[in-house]
């Protein structure tokens, strides 16, 4: 089923008044109209929020006179805001991360024997490609592709209906704990750790902020649908102390224990809109966008320097979403990735036609925000013909193919944020 469709379908059930978007779902794409339609009135409008609003006729614009394949904005796929989901829509998406919890691994047993299953697939995928993944030309396309490729097995291996769901920070930075996305009920991505020793994330050569610090978790989760879950795969690069050592050194063996996690408003609060806003629009430059987003250079006299990426990743933290290898072991590690893409699409849209094809250098980056962060081996030859290579989780594609959401891999790739 396309995006626009199982949309109106679903806000239906939610009961969402929204007659007339189905009898007009071949007219012309009204983004207004319905985007109103789905959000959360709880939540007003953020400059970023008003920012993609104003960037839709933009992609209207780019959309009617780009070479057209399969891909329209009348048939996109459409990934939404977690808070604007209905809790039933939350309930079903939080049933297909369980289901992939419980399917079988497809990940070579010899490789890969800490891979239990068909969601460690994914984890184990991101260790085994940490380095190309997070070099300057794939960190966008390809977290870009991980993504559609983890959204795809949900929808096409665990029968769920919508699509991948992303985290605006903004929404929940000034009180995590009792957000819609961590407060531990049956439509939350579970909650807090428990109380533990955590010292909090070092961030150095920021001043005098140089650190996140621990706000009071770090334990194992004991609430809501992954209350239960087993973590196997890593640790390899742990922000917490004693996490039992994985029996391999790649970390890719069997090493089953909870989920850890330190639920962290020092960290959100460096991810509020007026941070991303000044993201997207003071940095037009792909190397400086890029950098900016890896907290680099270091901020100083800031009280939240670490740079959207940091801050997304450490608002939960802990094990394994602490660790830079194997933090898609953490259910949430795809509502923030799901936001950066957000985020890079909105960047992109400014100027469609100049700046989807443009591909980060990793010029002027300095000092990493994260061990190894930017630093993915040197490319040879054209940087939009390298290689995504997911191992066994997906066919290779080039970065240049996936630059565009709406249009990518032959029109395969087509989707937008509302
Ligand atoms: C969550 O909300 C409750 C009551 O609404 C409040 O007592 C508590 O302090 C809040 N927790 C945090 C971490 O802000
Ligand atoms: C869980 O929390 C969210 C956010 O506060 C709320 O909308 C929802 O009704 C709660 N209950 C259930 C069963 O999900
Ligand atoms: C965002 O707003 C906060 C709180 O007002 C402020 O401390 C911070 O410096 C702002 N950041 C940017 C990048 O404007
Ligand atoms: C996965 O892909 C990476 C990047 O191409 C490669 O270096 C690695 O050997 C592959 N690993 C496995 C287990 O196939
Ligand atoms: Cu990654």
């Known amino acids: ?5 199982s949309v109106v379908v679903s806000a239906l059930l939610a009961g969402v008044a929204f007659g007339a978007v189905v009898e007009k779902k071949q007219a012309k794409f009204n983004f207004k109209k319905f985007s109103v339609a789905i959000r959360n009135g709880q939540f007003s409008l953020d400059v970023v929020d008003k920012l993609h609003e104003a960037t839709m006729p933009k992609v209207e614009a780019w959309m009617a006179k780009k070479k057209s394949n399969k891909c329209t904005l009348e048939n996109a796929a459409i990934r939404r805001e977690w808070s604007d989901l209905s809790v039933a829509e939350r309930e079903d998406y939080v049933k297909a991360v369980l289901c992939l919890q419980s399917k079988p691994a497809k990940a070579p047993k010899d490789r890969v024997p800490g891979a239990l299953s068909r969601f460690d697939d994914f984890v184990a995928t991101h260790m085994t490609t940490t380095g190309p993944l997070h070099g300057p030309n794939q960190l966008f396309g390809g977290h870009r592709y991980y993504i559609w490729i983890y959204e795809k097995a949900l929808r096409e291996e665990c029968g769920y209906k919508g699509y991948q769901p992303y985290i605006n920070y ?23 750790g428990a109380p533990s020793t955590y010292n909090g994330v070092p961030m150095p050569y920021r001043r005098p902020y140089d650190k996140i610090a621990a706000q009071g978790g770090g334990g194992c989760v004991t609430t809501g649908p992954f209350k239960d879950m087993v973590v196997s795969l890593g640790p390899l690069s742990t922000v917490l102390r004693g996490i039992p050592r994985n029996p391999r050194a790649d970390g890719l063996g069997s090493n089953p224990r909870c989920l850890r996690r330190d639920i962290n408003k020092e960290s959100a609060l460096g991810a509020t809109a007026n941070y991303t806003y000044s993201l997207i629009m003071n940095h037009p430059n ?3 966008f890029f950098n900016r987003y890896l907290g680099m250079p270091q901020l100083m006299n800031d009280n939240h320097p670490w740079g959207l990426h940091n801050a997304g990743h450490y608002i939960v933290g802990g094990d394994p979403g602490g660790d830079f290898y194997a933090s898609p072991g953490d259910p949430y590690f795809y509502f923030h990735h799901g936001m950066l893409d957000r985020v890079w699409w909105i960047w992109q849209m400014q100027d469609p036609e100049k700046r989807v094809p443009l591909i980060p250098t990793g010029a002027g980056s300095g000092m990493p925000g994260m061990p190894g962060m930017g630093f993915g081996p040197t490319p040879v030859g054209n940087p939009a013909d390298q290689l995504i290579d997911l191992n066994w989780s997906a066919p290779k594609v080039k970065v240049g193919d996936v630059h565009d959401s709406l249009g990518g891999l032959d029109g395969e790739m087509c989707y937008i944020y509302v």
């Open 1 to 5: 089923m396309h995006g626009l469709q």
């Open 170 to 192: 903004d929404r929940y930075a000034r009180d995590p704990i009792n957000s819609s996305i961590f407060n531990g009920n049956s439509s939350s991505l579970s909650g807090n």
């Open 286 to 288: 792909i190397d400086d």
